[in-house]
């Protein structure tokens, strides 16, 4: 767990454990399940699989898949238990209480529970005013929806995934008429749902994605629909294209290809016609237009519907006709040029290259100079590509196109020569940025930024050029404590006080993510410590971080609990 959770999460976690929140609801041989109290509750389960702890928590950040604190509690809950003593199942407990119920018992239970459960009423109600004839089952499915898309205010990050799952156990139960001979209903009702889900985007927080998984959720059954029902192909054309023309979220994006099978010749030759018609209405933009760079949702939706075809088609000059329709990025030459390169065109990719560049000859799109590097080394022009390389380096001196310049002039075999080019260059560049900061911020600037320089001579490795580079200014406090760690076997006293420096720091920030960074480089500085000055200095260096920031709660928590 400490592996898993990190430092932060696991000094959290068990404080929880600590506090008594954790109630453990159900543990059996194939997982436990507990809640857990906080700012809200919040469900774990954990698992083994092939030897591995998995885990799952309803909090947001356990939805975003990280081991967090309530895992971390409920794993010290369990391992709290007395050794060999295993707790009887609480679900078993009930399971064999019920089994001893009347029926008129057992239905004053669930009447019960569907008054305080509002996802279990929502669920045996739509269940049971399913079970008429289709227009009441319809109707009922709808009110069940609505219900549930209710937001009566805006659903923040804590809520959202309550607030969706709700929504899901309605959209799942509408799969169940697939299979169930209400599929021509489901065709609508999944498209009204659709509707529903994505209007719901502006009024709740959706950073974890919950809305996208109902759009898929209900696209998937919207094609199985369609498959066991086989809509008339002409109006099922017409209702997918306007799906795609007119939603937001892309539940039905790429109906030509996915729904190709249902559609047949004769729908997807009338989903043609429409998208055609559509299509016309697109204005070409050519290089240095006014709508470069600018979103239009209609003129992107389009665009991919006519790829789609195009490429359902096979005709590769359909696609680029499509591709050119928009020549206002230096990317979209590229696009071009790399379809011609996967259709054995390398003439024609290689001219379209070309025009890109001519369209946009100065700070360009760092890939289309790529492609057309490669092309010239292929092409023994190697001249024009060093040209390139360099011209990218000029424009962005950083390590990315350090590497590319390295790569292309040492196949020419003339890399030392470029390399001296690019370090003065580099250099001077860097020193004219510190002159010019310091004509703007009163007293100067304390020292010039080395990064970009430190960073590539440890690509190089030259670990001692580029301890004395950030030493004559600065660099990036990674690039500070990377260094450290280079230089810690023979220079141990230079990683110690780069390790002090940097830990000050992170502790000053206060907040329990840079404490848990310090915690790791304590980690470091220790056995370092131990080597230069012995066992004591440890000891003064640790009482010296308990005076200066003994206000700092959760970082001395951290320390005594640093082994």
């Known amino acids: 767990m400490k592996k898993l959770a990190g430092a932060v999460y696991h000094v959290r976690g068990t404080t929880y454990f600590e506090q008594g929140l954790v109630k453990l609801i159900d543990e059996n041989d194939s997982d436990i399940i507990a809640c857990v109290a906080g700012t809200y509750d919040y469900e774990v389960r954990l698992w083994q699989e092939d030897d591995e702890l998995m885990y799952e928590c309803s909090c947001p950040v356990g939805q975003d898949g990280d081991f967090c604190k309530h895992c971390v509690a409920t794993g010290l809950a369990l391992l709290a238990k007395r050794a060999g003593k295993k707790q009887h199942s609480a679900m078993d407990d009930i399971r064999n209480y019920l089994e001893t119920l009347e029926v008129d018992a057992l239905m004053g239970i669930i009447t019960h529970a569907c008054k305080h459960d509002k996802r279990l009423r929502e669920r045996l109600l739509l269940v049971a005013r399913g079970r008429g004839n289709s227009k009441s089952a319809v109707k009922a499915w709808k009110d069940a929806l609505n219900r549930a898309t209710v937001t009566r205010g805006f ?8 607030f969706a ?14 299979s169930g001979g209400r599929a021509a209903q489901a065709i609508d009702l999944a498209e009204y749902a659709a509707s529903k889900v994505e209007k719901l985007i502006g009024e709740c927080d959706d950073s974890n994605g919950e809305l996208g998984d109902l759009l898929d959720s209900i696209g998937q059954i919207h094609l199985a629909a369609c498959r066991v029902a086989r809509p008339d192909p002409e109006a099922l054309a017409g209702r997918l294209l306007r799906h795609e023309l007119g939603d937001e979220l892309n539940t039905f994006t790429d109906a030509a290809a996915r729904y190709a099978d249902v559609l047949g010749e004769k729908g997807l030759a009338e989903y043609r016609r429409l998208a055609e018609l559509e299509w016309k209405k697109i204005q070409p933009l050519s290089p240095g237009s006014s709508q470069s760079g600018r979103w239009d949702g209609n003129r992107y939706r389009i665009t991919r519907i006519m790829e789609t075809l195009a490429k359902q088609s096979g005709n590769v000059e359909e696609l680029v006709a499509v591709k050119s329709r928009d020549l206002s990025l230096a990317w979209h030459f590229l696009e071009i040029a790399e379809i011609y390169r996967d259709a054995k065109n390398g003439e024609m990719a290689f001219e379209w290259a070309q025009r890109g560049l001519t369209a946009f000859p ?32 000029k424009e962005n001196p950083h390590l990315d196109n350090y590497i590319k310049l390295n790569d292309v002039t040492t196949k020419l075999d003339n890399w030392p020569t470029w390399r001296d080019k690019a370090l003065a260059y580099l250099r001077n560049k860097i020193a004219r940025a510190f002159a010019e900061r310091g004509k703007f911020r009163f007293g100067g600037v304390e020292a010039p930024d080395q990064s970009p320089l430190v960073e590539i001579l440890l690509w190089e490795k030259n670990v001692e050029a580029a301890w004395q580079e950030a030493q004559s200014g600065t660099c990036h406090e990674k690039l500070w404590i990377k260094l450290a760690e280079l230089r810690a076997k023979e220079y141990p006293q230079d990683a110690i006080t780069v390790y002090r420096r940097q830990i000050a720091r992170l502790v000053q920030q206060t907040n329990n993510h840079s404490y848990g960074e310090a915690i790791e480089l ?42």
Do not use: C
Not at 155 to 162: A, K
Not at 166 to 175: C, F, R
Not at 535 to 553: P, T
């Open 522 to 563: 304590l980690k470091k500085i220790k056995p370092l410590m131990i080597r230069v000055s012995g066992a004591s200095s440890v000891s003064d260096y640790l009482a010296e971080l308990r005076v200066i920031f003994k206000v700092k709660r959760n970082f001395m928590k951290m320390l005594d609990q640093l082994r």
């Open 155 to 162: 659903i923040d990050y804590h809520e959202m995934h309550s």
């Open 362 to 393: 100065v700070k360009t799109d760092s890939r289309l100079r790529d492609f057309l590097i490669e092309e010239y080394l292929r092409r023994g022009a190697g001249e024009k590509a060093t040209h390139l390389a360099w011209m990218q380096f």
């Open 165 to 178: 799952a709700g929504i899901q156990e309605i959209i799942d139960g509408l799969g169940d008429w697939v």
